[in-house]
């Protein structure tokens, strides 16, 4: 997945990229008491050892 994602970004323009980039960091800026409270709530689960679904070490992320 990563190496395809890697191919495709290859293909694009600097501008393109760069474009990318600042709609994730857009995004990331908006949506981030979103991912911290979803983060949050894995870690709980995690925790009580009630999901599969997360990695066996879950990653803490941490507001700036």
Avoid at 13 to 27: F, G, L, P, V, Y
């Amino acid at each position: 997945l990563a190496r395809d994602a890697s191919r495709l970004l290859q293909k694009l323009t600097s501008d393109e990229r760069k474009s990318i980039i600042n709609k994730m960091a857009t995004n990331l800026i908006t949506y981030s008491k979103d991912i911290l409270q979803a983060n949050k709530l894995d870690l709980d689960e995690a925790s009580k050892g009630g999901s599969s679904r997360l990695p066996s070490v879950p990653i803490s992320i941490l507001p700036a």
